[in-house]
């Protein structure tokens, strides 16, 4: 057997080793996190962040979310590491469905370099922009759209940069290295775009600590239903540990916390760290190769 059969075999035995170990994990997770008293919007991103980063997401949601004992969940969550971590796995799970969608449709098509980075960044920045965020957590600005689209437009759009940051380079690397990399009906594909989800994951989570600390964007959340309540309120009550990680209570029934309230940086800031972000993406595309010449 040559190098570069022993090398295809060594590849194949990892791709369906990683593919076993997130089958487990998503079994785990999709059982175990029903019981967590988190939002639904998270527990989805959850469950999607496992399904493209298996054991890694799971380790996650076991470290950061998971109730270690019952009615700890607020005092868990409120670390802002762990505030930080929902945030990026919110935009991770919400932007990357977009960028994977956009990355299947581009190698069906046979789209160039450029077309395929803009339609997996069109897909991505407005999936995860207009559900995933403004529609998903409008609860948090009062039930309205049209203003939740508003201020979650910034927090979406630099976080979704510093993902794409990290996703582009490592598609593109590793999909022409692997055997069936670039063929969305092979295994070896949604393997690549899993590494590429963890790179961007990674890469996205400095950017999310800052909105996160700087009021921009909400964390883990705490949702109990009545019965469950702990502090004896006569109806089902939402925790937002955003921020400094106090614990704010709200309920469902309407006069929900706003959206990363307190206080936030000046616009000046917020305009040289969201052309940061663009600068980042632009390197990332001069690594990736194929788009500047």
């Known amino acids: 057997?040559?190098?570069?059969?022993?090398?295809?075999?060594?590849?194949?035995?990892?791709?369906?080793?990683?593919?076993?170990?997130?089958?487990?994990?998503?079994?785990?997770?999709?059982?175990?996190?029903?019981?967590?008293?988190?939002?639904?919007?998270?527990?989805?991103?959850?469950?999607?962040?496992?399904?493209?980063?298996?054991?890694?997401?799971?380790?996650?949601?076991?470290?950061?979310?998971?109730?270690?004992?019952k009615g700890t969940h607020e005092q868990y969550v409120s670390s802002t590491w762990r505030q930080v971590l929902g945030s990026t796995m919110h935009c991770a799970a919400g932007d990357g469905v977009g960028i994977i969608a956009g990355a299947v449709i581009g190698a069906v098509l046979q789209l160039s370099p450029w077309n395929d980075f803009a339609l997996e960044y069109a897909l991505g920045f407005g999936f995860g922009w207009t559900f995933f965020q403004a529609y998903a957590m409008r609860d948090m600005v009062g039930g309205s759209y049209i203003l939740s689209l508003k201020e979650t437009f910034i927090p979406e759009l630099v976080s979704m940069n510093l993902l794409m940051t990290g996703m582009v380079p490592t598609m593109k690397y590793l999909r022409p290295r692997i055997e069936g990399g670039e063929d969305p009906t092979q295994p070896a594909f949604w393997f690549v775009v899993s590494m590429a989800m963890i790179v961007g994951f990674i890469l996205a989570y400095p950017i999310n600590w800052w909105l996160v600390v700087n009021n921009m964007k909400h964390g883990m959340l705490t949702v109990r239903p009545q019965a469950d309540a702990t502090a004896g309120h006569t109806e089902s009550t939402e925790h937002d540990t955003s921020g400094d990680g106090a614990s704010h209570e709200a309920s469902d029934a309407g006069g929900h916390d706003e959206h990363g309230g307190g206080e936030r940086p000046g616009s000046g800031t917020i305009f040289l760290v969201t052309l940061m972000t663009f600068l980042a993406l632009i390197a990332g595309l001069i690594l990736a190769g194929g788009f500047f010449g």
Do not use: N
């Not at 785990?28 to 996190?33: A, K």
């Not at 962040?49 to 004992?69: M, S, W």
């Open 1 to 69: 057997m040559g190098y570069a059969r022993k090398k295809d075999v060594m590849i194949e035995g990892i791709i369906a080793t990683w593919f076993v170990l997130t089958a487990l994990s998503l079994i785990f997770v999709v059982i175990d996190i029903p019981k967590t008293p988190e939002s639904i919007v998270l527990k989805w991103a959850f469950i999607i962040l496992v399904i493209f980063t298996g054991p890694f997401g799971a380790f996650f949601y076991v470290l950061g979310c998971r109730e270690p004992l």
